[in-house]
RNA sequence: GCGCCUGUAGCUCAGGGGAUAGAGCAACGGAUUCCUAAUCCGUGUGCCGCAGGUUCGAUUCCUGCCAGGCGCACCA
């Protein structure tokens, strides 16, 4: 597709007065393919050339030189209108995705840089919730676009294993634990002790006082604190780890609060040093009245940091360590003002390289009355979405492929894709209402639609006798095929989108395109049934359809089962 | 009170300042001697929250208002 819009930039440039990053911008594509790939409106020529838009467009039509790219330019209204040479824009796009493989739509203008996404971070001794889910799959298809783009990603899993809750752990731990019970169930305990201490802590305060001792002994070192923290951080983690190969999702630093501990009195000196630090109400704050901003806590009055300390000394550990380029919060819009925060406090400090950190925010998952609280116990735990989704899937198989070999691999497939999808598929900014009866639904706008059609396309592939075969993509100008292939051709343009937006749901929304397109010719154009030249092109336009929906899925962390 | 985000079909949502605002779900009707019917085709629905402004052109950008969500000092 670059190469085409390219040519039409060149074209245009001999004979309009407009530079070619300009002309690039301002080319449209057209609402319908009726009006061809590529749209150059003439109202800014208009205004130059105080000329009726429409006269400019049948104008240029006239004098524009002729090019192979393009079987016909004309004008529509106020539009000069461009369709690509069907047979070249085929034959080209074919080829690229067939060579190219999994590394189609990759681009290497990342190359030699790097960029560090911090995401997921679900607090130590809390379950998963699906609250968790956002920021793990959001986070995790954008390491994945970035590095399609040719970045080298961090993807850095900030636990959160350090604070205040933990003094409320061990609060509770000791007051009422049962050994065995956490032996046996660990997070599920750990979350029942949490919940009780703060329902306990409603009628006696005293509870709160203590748990801030305990975390203050803790951050101290001492030993009692520190084993039971130690342990309780241990379960944890090999629960969340179990969650995360379910997802299929990686990290490369599991470096949470804690990992700073021994850092966070330097980085308060550090602060103090430049005389952005003062007291205020007993605790120690940088001021940002300047910046119309809440002070930005470092030290509570018994001493004690808080979250912004730790993740003000966590962005210039990081800065130091992987020389980012660029630094991404994959973080709930809830929490927006407290990097607004940071990273002033940052800019304060003198950091140019706070401008390169970046806060992706996303909406809340709520319930219908109300947002989710751990606290109060009204958690849905994501394994328990997992599970569900899983086993709808398997039943939905026994119907309809009873013979399907590796039934409860496909089934996770498909199920936990399907949630996946159901999180990634709108805009990140929205809220997304819990709501059971969506997680579990798999027609329409779904992963399983994307995940059929590649199925789909592999079994027609392996029906194919003496496949593959020479083919002439040439042949593929009708317009079920056309579209098909126009789509395709767009992908690499989708991904630098996505990444450049921090929007995986454009990938989602353009998979979603792709299989549509397909299905379409599916129940169009015969493949296996075609006279023989017509079939071979068109086995190779569904093996580049099977490849880009493989390639599109694995963006957003989904896998493309062959059968199902 | 101040700040941030959201407001598009009955519901859930797409929509890159541009051409006739689109999908899915739900409802109804059709398609399988043929490559997986988790599919496809058809039927209709919109003061794009309201009011101004910028612009040749605004659902899109700006301002104000209304409604909802979130946040605003020792939680993260």
Redesign the pocket.
Known sequence: MQMFREEVVRLLSDLVQLDKQELAMDL?????S???DF?F?C??L??KRRQN?AAIAADLVNTLPCSNYFEKIEA????V?FFCNRELLANTTIKNILTQGKAYGQQTLGKGKTIVIDFSAP?IAKPFGVGHLRSTVIGNSLYRLYQALGYNCVGINHL?D????FGKLIVAYMQWGDERKLEKQPITYLYELYVRFHSEAEKDPRLDEEA?AWFKKLEDGDAEARALWQRFRDLSLTEFKRIYNLLGVEFDSYQG?SFYNEMLDGTVDLIEAKGLASI????L?VDLSEENL??C?L????G?T??ATRDLCAAIYRQQHYNFTKMLYVVG??????FQQVFTVLQKMGYEWAENCVHVPF??I?YKD??MSTRRGTLVFLEDVLTKATEL?KE??QE??PGLANKEH?ARQ?GIGAVIFGDL???R?????FDWD?VL?????TA??VQ?AH??I???LR?AESWPAPYDATLLTNAEEQNVVRLLA?FS?VIF?AAQTY?P??IA?YV?DVA?AF??F????????AEEASRNARLALIDAVRQVLVNGLYLLGISAP???
């Open positions: 449209e594509t057209p609402p319908s009726e009006m061809g749209a409106p109202f800014k208009a205004k838009p529509k209204g106020p539009y209108n607090n959160g350090w604070g205040t809750q801030r609060e205020s109400e007993g605790a704050i809440p002070p806590l030290r509570k009055q018994d004690a808080l979250y819009a809830d929490q927006a003002l407290h909406g809340l709520r109300g947002k899937a939905i198989i309809k492929n496909v498909v598929s709108n805009d900014i929205k809220n997304i209402e969506k639904d798999f027609t329409g706008e399983p639609y059929y199925a789909r592999c079994s027609i029906k767009r343009d989108r929007k749901s454009l929304r979603l549509a299905n379409s599916y129940h169009q154009c015969p493949v296996l049934q062959e059968e199902m």
